[in-house]
């Protein structure tokens, strides 16, 4: 949530004008809660949940600061995008427990993110900027019918530079076979 759906630094610097000194501004009541949305959240949110074959949960790790940003997350999640949505609210500094196809998280690393099974959209990079970006890239990625494309960019898939990161758990044999060149072809590059 923090730094993805929610403008952290926002509120946070608001927490620290309210709160001068505190070694951990985040610590105190109202910092979760008061988070606004990022420009483009709330709409690829809802765009992403409203899509026939999608199944959107989200993913936060709590603040070991602050015992309140629990239950301030959750009423985050209700106040902006409605009661139903807390069903699939899953807090945990554990990412890499979670199974799906992607993730979209700020941090590449420290939470599990490294480990998550699924691919991870690197929210904040280059290639993934901003919610617009990210939903572009789903609206490349869902086929017509509503189901995840087959067939892709796959190259931003293996490329390390790229916002997306792992090979949609594809063994080493078929990532061969996607990255094999037809016979006398060798020289296409």
């Not at 301030?72 to 807090?91: A, Q």
């Not at 530079?161 to 078929?174: C, Y």
Request: net charge negative.
């Amino acid at each position: 949530m923090d730094h993805v759906l929610c403008d952290y630094e926002e509120a946070w610097a608001k927490q620290q004008n309210l709160f001068p000194g505190l070694e951990f501004p985040q610590s105190q009541p109202g910092m979760y809660i008061g988070m606004n949305p990022l420009p483009g959240a709330i709409e690829t949110y809802r765009w992403l949940d409203d899509h026939p074959e999608t199944d959107v949960y989200i993913l936060t790790a709590p603040s070991v600061h602050n015992s309140h940003c629990y239950s301030e997350k959750r009423d985050w999640v209700e106040k902006y995008l409605g009661l139903s949505v807390v069903e699939n609210l899953i807090i945990t500094p554990h990412k890499n427990l979670n199974k799906g196809h992607y993730l979209i998280d700020d941090m590449a690393s420290g939470k599990g993110q490294e480990s998550f099974e699924g691919s991870l959209i690197l929210f904040g990079s280059n290639e993934f900027p901003d919610w617009a970006s990210v939903r572009a890239f789903f609206e490349k990625s869902l086929d017509p019918n509503g189901s995840l494309a087959k067939t892709g960019p796959w190259d931003a898939f293996f490329n390390s530079e790229s916002g997306v990161t792992d090979d949609f758990g594809l063994n080493q044999e078929d990532r061969d076979w996607l990255n094999m060149k037809p016979e006398g072809k060798e020289d296409l590059d």
